[in-house]
Nanobody
Framework: QLQVVESGGGLVQPGGSLSLSCEVS???????????IGWFRQAPGKEREGVSC????????YYADSVNGRATISRDNAKKTVYLQLNNLKPEDTGSYFC???????????????????WGQGTHLAVSS
């Protein structure tokens, strides 16, 4: 069983930047480098959207069109943490951001929430002036 914890949300003005963190832990001896990580967001009244993901080995990443060019996903396996840097934030970036982990993807990852087994509780980002 894994524990997934997101952090870094808050209130940011339009045009600002923010880094979200996703820390994953497990039983003794757990290593992150066999798990792909996905970032998802859900705005009020909307379906959960796949924002970005990174493969277990870090060689493949995906960005939704809505954040492409403004987001960077990275991972530090030694710290068991994946980061999502968001720049030039827009009001439409507002929502709850969730991190998910799974190890079924090989050298890829998925933007589909149903394909991840382990989820965090989310961190909220509000972009407003």
């Amino acid at each position: 069983q894994l524990q997934v914890v997101e952090s870094g949300g808050g209130l940011v003005q339009p045009g600002g930047s923010l880094s979200l963190s996703c820390e994953v832990s497990g039983v003794s001896g757990f290593v992150l480098d066999s798990y792909a990580i996905g970032w998802f967001r859900q705005a009020p009244g909307k379906e959960r959207e796949g924002v970005s993901c990174i493969s277990a080995d870090g060689t493949f990443s995906y960005y939704a069109d809505s954040v492409n060019g403004r987001a960077t996903i990275s991972r530090d396996n030694a710290k068991k943490t994946v980061y999502l840097q968001l720049n030039n934030l827009k009001p439409e970036d507002t929502g709850s951001y969730f991190c998910a982990a799974d190890r079924r993807f090989g050298s890829s990852c998925s933007r589909r929430s149903r394909e991840y087994d382990y989820w965090g509780q989310g961190t909220h980002l509000a972009v407003s002036s």
